[in-house]
């Protein structure tokens, strides 16, 4: 699973990161009045800066949670016994 471990991982952010990034721009909708020019760049900065927060800290937790079950699979895998054949 090694070179496909990365790909999990980022499908698993982006999963977790959609659904977050809904509320938070409905959060936002609501609860800031835009008046100006200046307060729309505002709120776009702040939206940017918060989605980039919000995204790393996502990226870390589901990036431990998917090496935890990752982990755990490695350690309940039963070990393929593999036989040598000795040459003489």
């Known amino acids: 699973m090694g070179s496909l471990l990365p790909v999990v991982k980022l ?4 999963l977790a990161g959609i659904p977050v990034s809904k509320i938070v721009n409905d ?3 609501n609860n800031v009045t835009v008046v100006t020019r ?3 760049v505002k709120v776009v900065t702040g939206s940017i800066v918060i989605g ?3 995204s790393q800290s ?3 937790t589901t ?3 998917v090496d935890g079950i990752v982990a755990f699979k490695n350690r309940n895998q039963k070990p393929e016994e593999t ?5 003489s």
């Open 27 to 29: 959060v936002i909708k």
């Open 52 to 54: 980039g927060m919000i």
């Open 83 to 87: 036989e040598e054949t000795e040459e």
């Open 38 to 40: 200046i307060d729309q």
């Open 11 to 14: 499908g698993v952010s982006l």
């Open 58 to 60: 996502i990226s870390r």
């Open 63 to 65: 990036d431990t949670f």
